[in-house]
């Protein structure tokens, strides 16, 4: 069964510097998603990304992110200059142009640990 | 904007028996999508049961059903026969309807409720 797949799983920075997280979204889907869950928290939401561009962006999602899709495979979420706070387990998710778009498929998530 | 709320952060359930947990939501639309999702240890999100809110019809998968109230803004999730591996964080999430097809749309989560069945 095809999976959504994220790279690294977990990712030690340090604060100020430059984090790529790395999602392979399921292969024939179109929308993509980052989500994010610090500690003990809710899941919530980043961004969303369709065509090739941002379809909707959260509170959260300031100038210090920006994703990307630099091929026909991967999806990245960027974090310019890391905080301590950024600390989270980082979703990626994708859902499918036709038909099933309501639903969802999350990845493993990488755990981003700022220090 | 929408929000959604799990009020019990945790709960319990022995082997084989029926647990119900709940979700209440704001919000002003009338259109939307309502889901449940698990996060076990391993900490991946998995879909576990959706409901379409212009349906009176309550979902059902296998073991896991809801009850949906809409007057209500009530969305509870019952698990029947409940197994070891249903022990997870349980998720309730929102989406709204969006008329656009080119329109992604965002999930709004619960705080989540830790279920742990015991054996």
């Known amino acids: 069964e095809p999976e959504v797949t994220q790279t690294p799983s977990h990712q030690v920075t340090q604060m100020g510097q430059e984090v790529i997280l790395r999602c392979v979204p399921i292969?024939?889907?179109?929308?993509f998603y980052w989500y994010r869950q610090i500690l003990g928290q809710k899941v919530e939401f980043l961004v969303s990304f369709y065509n090739n561009e941002i379809s909707e962006k959260s509170e959260i999602f300031d100038d210090q992110f920006s994703v990307e899709r630099p091929d026909g495979s991967n999806f990245t979420l960027k974090i310019r200059s890391t905080k301590l706070e950024d600390s989270a387990m980082y979703f990626c998710?994708?859902?499918?142009?036709?038909?099933?778009?309501?639903?969802?498929?999350f990845g493993p998530g990488t755990r981003l640990t700022v220090t | 904007a929408q929000t959604v709320t799990q009020s019990q952060p945790e709960m319990s359930v022995q082997e084989a028996e029926t647990v119900t947990l709940s979700c209440t939501y704001d919000?002003?639309?009338?259109?939307?999508?309502l889901f449940w999702y698990k996060q076990p240890p391993s900490r991946q999100m998995i879909l576990v049961i959706r409901q379409e809110a212009y349906k009176q019809q309550n979902a059902t998968e296998n073991r896991f059903s809801v009850n949906f109230q809409k007057a209500a803004k009530s969305f509870s999730l019952k698990i029947s026969d409940s197994q070891l591996g249903d022990t997870a964080m349980y998720f309730c999430a929102f989406m709204k309807h969006v008329v656009s097809s080119g329109s992604a749309r965002q999930l709004t989560f619960g705080s989540g409720t830790q279920l742990t069945v015991l054996p």
């Open positions: 292969s024939n889907h179109l929308y």
């Open positions: 998710a994708s859902s499918d142009p036709a038909g099933k778009r309501l639903e969802q498929y």
């Open positions: 919000t002003s639309e009338s259109n939307y999508y």
